[in-house]
């Protein structure tokens, strides 16, 4: 009776073990995954900030050629229906193409890995420059970039998708 107590007791703890190296296997893939996701949004978003500090410094730059001025938006008058905004166009999708590495499908911009399989894509890609009033010293020209990053995260045969808004926001307001 004891030889099998003891023959019963072994069984499990192989179980046991066996089930203690496949946990183990799985928190360390899951850790993995989560390390590869925060670094992945941390590199977009930085991407992203280069991208609207770029876009409001093309406008400060088009728009007067010397920092006396105390406004950095531009307005024309046309045809006599008074002020509109003119604001210079500012190709982030191909600044984040160049900076990211990454390929641009149907208005989508998709990282691969070497094997080809999808690492994140990135849609939804706006950039918005809000001018500030005409003649305004205490409002700055604001460029606001937004996007929404998706990423497949892959624990054995589950598959869960997240997906994060990014949003930056650059602003030039130049006090003397």
Do not use: C
Not at 42 to 56: C, D, F, G, P, Q
Not at 122 to 133: R, T
Not at 136 to 162: R, T, Y
Request: glycine residues 6%.
């Amino acid at each position: 009776m004891k030889r099998h107590l003891q023959n019963n007791q072994g069984g499990a703890s192989l179980f046991l073990g066996l089930f203690g190296v496949i946990f183990a296997l799985a928190l360390i893939s899951a850790l993995f995954q989560n390390y590869s996701a925060i670094m992945s949004v941390k590199t977009v978003h930085s991407a992203m900030e280069k991208a609207a500090l770029t876009a409001v410094t093309r406008q400060t730059e088009q728009t007067y050629q010397s920092k006396r001025e105390s406004y950095h938006g531009a307005y024309s008058n046309s045809d006599g229906a008074g002020w509109h905004a003119l604001m210079a166009d500012s190709d982030v999708v191909a600044q984040l193409k160049e900076m990211l590495s990454v390929h641009y499908q149907s208005g989508q911009l998709i990282k691969y890995d070497k094997k080809g399989d999808l690492i994140y894509l990135l849609e939804n890609i706006s950039l918005v420059m809000q001018n500030p009033d005409f003649q305004s010293q205490d409002a700055p020209l604001q460029a606001v970039l937004s996007l929404d990053f998706n990423m497949p995260l892959k624990l054995g045969s589950i598959e869960h998708p997240i997906q994060v808004h990014l949003k930056v926001t650059a602003e030039n307001k130049t006090k003397y």
